[in-house]
C-alpha cells in the first residue's frame, strides 16, 4: 500500500470481497441483526441485495450483499456499520463448536484466494486466540483516500496521523 513506512505492516492479511462467500460458507451461515431492510438490484456490477430486518442467518452469497450494499454513495459509514456487524457475527461464529471444527480446513482454503504473510501455524494461533479471548475484538480500519477512477488499490489518506494502527 502506498503510504506506509517501509518493514509496516509487519504482518498482513488482505482478502478480495470475492473470498468473502466462501469464508461465510465454510463456517456455516453467521447471524446478524439488521436494523434496517435492504432491497436492490445492481446492474453494473451485477448483484441483487435482498435482506431483511431483524436477527437472520446469512449464507456467504447474503453476506456479500450485505457488505457491498451502498444506496447512496454518502452512506460509506452505514455500509462500514453493516460490515462492522458481519465481522462480529462471523467471530462469534469462529467461537462456537462448529466453526471450531473446521478452522483448519477453511485456513486452506482461504489461502487459495487471500494475500498473506502469515504462516499457516501463525494463522491458526491467531484463530486459537479469538476463540481464547474473553473480549470482544476490536475492529479498526486504515485510514484511506477516495478511490480514483479505477484503481484497485488505495492510498492511505493524506494527513492519516501516524501510527495507523494500535501499537502493542
Do not use: C, F
Amino acid at each position: 500500500m502506498v503510504g506506509l513506512q517501509e518493514g509496516d505492516p509487519k504482518r498482513y492479511v488482505v482478502m478480495p470481497h470475492a473470498a468473502l462467500p466462501g469464508l461465510v460458507d465454510g463456517l456455516g451461515e453467521v447471524e446478524v441483526v439488521l436494523s434496517d431492510s435492504s432491497k436492490r438490484q445492481e446492474t453494473t456490477q451485477g448483484y441483487t441485495v435482498l435482506l431483511q430486518a431483524g436477527r437472520q442467518r446469512l449464507n456467504g452469497a447474503q453476506a456479500e450483499q450485505l457488505v457491498r450494499h451502498l444506496p447512496d454513495p454518502k452512506a460509506v459509514s452505514q455500509r462500514r456499520q453493516r460490515q462492522n456487524i458481519l465481522v462480529e457475527g462471523l467471530i462469534e461464529q469462529v467461537k462456537d463448536p462448529s466453526g471450531i471444527a473446521v478452522i483448519p480446513g477453511l485456513v486452506n482454503q482461504l489461502n487459495t484466494v487471500v494475500e498473506t504473510n502469515l504462516s499457516r501455524s501463525e494463522q491458526l494461533s491467531l484463530a486459537a486466540a479469538i476463540i481464547a479471548s474473553p473480549e470482544p475484538a476490536r475492529i479498526s480500519r486504515l485510514p484511506l483516500a477516495d478511490r480514483a477512477g479505477e484503481q484497485t488499490l488505495r492510498q492511505i489518506e493524506a494527513g492519516a496521523s501516524l501510527p495507523l494502527w494500535p501499537q502493542l
